[in-house]
């Protein structure tokens, strides 16, 4: 029986590991220095830029148990969560923090297997099972457990793991998984373990709450025991049983995380997803054999596979080549152990994703960044027992390629369009692929173009999440409504706890003057109480209906989770005002403008509430700035022109209200005011046909009349002026003016 080893390493030895470990770092780096500005792509958006519970890290409850995210990358997922809160705190939703953590996470990694491999190799062989091979490796440990550790590092396949933002779940448990063995092995050697013992089954525990791979751990310890260490199961056991007992209890957390789920990742992965389980196994011979394959020629690389289901033919070739892998582990798990060992590092850490179904992702290349470093260590391990060290140039020679390949892969992720782009022309039958693009040219404008490939996405599969939902909104901007509509229904009805495009429903419905608008507001507020433009157009909605103390409770709740809400602060103004509550009104909208000044209709609404108050100088200088942030709003130069009318400046008066015209000529109001102004300015030809022009619009407009009559009086064409009052009083019984006109008519014998 071995004793345990101390490592009492020589300077040359430390200076020589120092060396390697910065040159890991730096390699890695330089492999990944284009990685800081690749911006947040699919599964990143909702769960960064849509991630609430990462907006503030206390109370740390919220961070580590995110309610409402079941299906999400971060649910269930306590530590990553709260690595994604961390980063937010430091540079909020820009990427630049996201990228460096993901490059660090990656750099302390290829430090640990760098420091696994090493330390594995002057562990074995045991002085029973001592070799000329064995010594070969263990005298060069450093060298080669450099070069596995950076053909790891650079190997192009990571790229998704590190560049991927919220695949940081899988690069940090990574990170924790092999710190749990580094730990276990600086705890066989050290002479008082317990630090290192609390220090792996922590590391443990950390990978369990990052990412549920991370149970395979307490399995592959064990392993690694038996292996390396004791030389059999039975003596490590008795050795050591209380640390595998502990790590296996780590399971026990990761049950109760799992079960936070519903026990299927919100209805993604688990045995109740409506996935048969043989249907999903029969997909992952393709799976493992694709891995493989990348292993050795990673090109080309894709960034999602999408959906697809596999028979037994389908699976057969594959089969051919995983089932002889496996059967070869299992043989030398028996035979040649330290083979086994490796063989079982990759089957079992990719067992429980290839194990439990999935209705989502059937082949994900990060899921090789651990089994990754199986593959390199066996093809490594071998050159070395057959070529000696002289071969492991040609394995640094294959890293320096691969940190170019890297390189390169990450300039795809560069932005969304040249990564959807790239995943399409090579795997052209994936839906969320043709999907990704679709939406990464909508955010571009290109809207037609978008529509192909969301249309092509939804022949692909059907019942996607958010196909029907992008659909609506790229029919919604071509003005599309009925068909916008139909798309927010069907996407409500396949995916019911999908709140956005019940959301954008109630939106098109407000469009379209649909009353039940309202109701698709309330059933949003309802399923995210925390939604405050939710509340807000729920407000907007009732407010439509005239309804504006309805309103104003849901304005206020908008207000309440939103206090910036400006647009919210505005109409609950407005509601105030249609109840005569001018005061709160005003207030309202000087709240507006603080949070955003240049908001032309805050200022125009204040105006109209000032005008209410007769305060007439502000009243002006409110029309004025509304006027300026919007010379296109013909509401705004039309009271302008009013008020401007009213205060004896009828020069200025007129040339907004002709804008008023101009912008918009079937505007009866316009052409009203318009004529009264130029009747004031004694122009009253030009005022007779400014009002012909209003009533042409609306015949029953009392007031055109009205003033058509005074114009055609200051013509002395008295009969037809005559006419026009009467008209005016016809429509309006209570307009006096015209009543008193008629009176001074009948007061003159000699007009008709």
Same mark, same amino acid.
Request: hydrophobic share 50%; glycine share 6%.
């Given at each position: ?583 709160? *009104? +005003?207030?309202? $909208? #000087?709240?507006? !403008?603080?949070?955003?000044? &240049?908001? =032309?209709? /805050? %200022?125009?609404?204040? @105006? ?8 007439s100088d502000e009243v002006l200088a409110q029309y004025a700035e509304a006027v300026r942030l919007n010379p296109d709003g013909v509401g705004f130069h039309l009271n302008f022109g009013i008020e401007l009318a009213r205060a004896g400046r009828v020069a200025e008066a007129l040339d907004h209200l002709q804008k008023a015209v101009q912008l918009q000529p079937a505007l009866p109001q316009a052409h009203c005011n318009l004529g009264i ?9 030009? *005022? +007779?046909?400014? $009002? #012909?022009?209003? !009533?042409?619009?609306?015949? &029953?407009? =009392?007031? /055109? %009349?009205?003033?058509? @009559? ?43």
């Amino acid at each position: 029986m071995r004793a345990p080893v101390t490592d009492p390493a020589a300077p040359a030895s430390r200076r020589a590991i120092l060396i390697c470990a910065a040159a890991l770092a730096l390699a890695t780096l330089a492999a990944f220095h284009n990685t800081f500005a690749v911006p947040l792509v699919f599964d990143d958006i909702p769960s960064v830029a849509g991630n609430r519970s990462i907006l503030h890290l206390w109370p740390i409850w919220d961070v580590l148990n995110p309610s409402g995210c079941d299906g999400y990358t971060f649910s269930g997922r306590p530590v990553l969560n709260l690595s994604l809160a961390l980063c937010h705190a430091v540079s909020g939703t820009n990427v630049w923090s996201y990228h460096a953590l993901n490059l660090l996470i990656h750099i302390g990694a290829a430090l640990a297997l760098f420091g696994i491999v090493r330390r594995t190799l002057r562990l074995h062989p045991r002085p029973d099972q001592a070799s000329a091979d064995g010594a070969a490796l263990q005298s060069n440990a450093t060298p080669i457990a450099f070069t596995i550790a950076l053909l790891w590092a650079l190997h192009p396949l990571q790229t998704e793991s590190v560049t991927y933002i919220v695949q940081r779940a899988e690069s940090l448990m990574g990170l924790f998984f092999l710190l749990t063995f580094y730990g276990f092995i600086r705890a066989v050697e050290s002479p008082r373990p317990l630090g290192w013992q609390v220090f792996t089954v922590a590391a443990c525990l950390l990978g369990v709450a990052t990412k549920e791979v991370a149970a395979a751990a307490p399995v592959l310890v064990l392993l690694y025991d038996r292996t390396f260490v004791a030389g059999t199961f039975g003596e490590a056991w008795r050795r050591r049983r209380w640390l595998h007992l502990a790590l296996a209890a780590t399971w026990l957390p990761l049950l109760y995380l799992v079960a936070g789920t519903g026990w299927n990742r919100g209805g993604t992965a688990g045995f109740g997803v409506g996935v048969p389980p043989w249907a999903y196994w029969l997909t992952q011979f393709k799976a493992v054999a694709r891995y493989v394959e990348l292993s050795f020629w990673p090109h080309p690389l894709v960034f999602e596979y999408g959906v697809f289901r596999a028979g037994l033919a389908d699976a057969a070739p594959y089969a051919l080549v995983v089932v002889p892998l496996a059967a070869a582990t299992l043989v030398a798990l028996r035979r040649r152990p330290v083979t086994g060992f490796v063989g079982a590092w990759f089957f079992v850490i990719l067992a429980p994703t290839s194990l439990v179904p999935s209705n989502v992702q059937m082949i994900v290349e990060h899921r090789m960044y651990l089994p990754l470093a199986a593959v390199i260590a066996l093809a490594v391990g071998a050159s070395v027992t057959l070529l000696g060290r002289r071969s492991l140039p040609v394995f640094l020679a294959l890293a320096a390629a691969a940190g170019v390949l890297t390189e390169r892969r990450n300039r795809t992720y560069g932005s969304d369009l040249s990564l959807w782009g790239d995943t399409v022309t090579h795997s052209p039958g994936s839906a969320p692929a043709q999907l990704g693009l679709g939406t990464a040219l909508f955010q571009r404008g290109r809207t037609q173009e978008a529509l192909t490939h969301y249309e092509i996405s939804l022949r692909l599969d059907p019942s996607s999440l958010t196909i029907h939902y992008n659909l609506g909104l790229t029919f919604l901007r071509l003005d599309r409504r009925q068909e916008a509509a139909a798309q927010f229904v069907e996407e409500c009805r396949l995916h019911p706890r999908f709140y956005a495009p019940r959301f954008e429903l109630g939106l098109t419905q407000l469009l379209m003057d649909r009353p039940q608008a309202a109701e698709q507001f309330e059933q949003t507020v309802r399923m995210n109480p925390t939604f405050a433009e939710a509340h807000y157009e729920w407000g907007v909605a009732l407010a439509r209906q005239g309804r504006p103390s309805e309103a104003i409770p849901h304005y206020q709740d908008a207000l309440r989770l939103r206090p910036d809400y400006a647009e919210a602060e505005c109409d609950l103004g407005v509601a105030l005002y249609q109840l005569n509550r001018v005061p709160e *009104a +005003v207030a309202c $909208f #000087q709240r507006a !403008l603080q949070t955003q000044p &240049d908001m =032309a209709d /805050a %200022h125009f609404n204040l @105006g109209m509430a000032l005008a209410q108050m007769g305060r007439s100088d502000e009243v002006l200088a409110q029309y004025a700035e509304a006027v300026r942030l919007n010379p296109d709003g013909v509401g705004f130069h039309l009271n302008f022109g009013i008020e401007l009318a009213r205060a004896g400046r009828v020069a200025e008066a007129l040339d907004h209200l002709q804008k008023a015209v101009q912008l918009q000529p079937a505007l009866p109001q316009a052409h009203c005011n318009l004529g009264i102004a130029l009747a004031e300015s004694g122009r009253a030809k030009e *005022a +007779v046909v400014e $009002f #012909q022009s209003a !009533l042409s619009l609306r015949p &029953d407009y =009392a007031a /055109a %009349h009205y003033g058509l @009559g005074n114009a055609l009086i200051a013509l002395q064409r008295l009969p037809e002026a005559k006419l026009h009052f009467e008209e005016a009083l016809r429509v309006d019984p209570h307009l006096d003016a015209a009543r008193e006109m008629l009176d001074r008519f009948r007061a003159v014998p000699d007009v008709p």
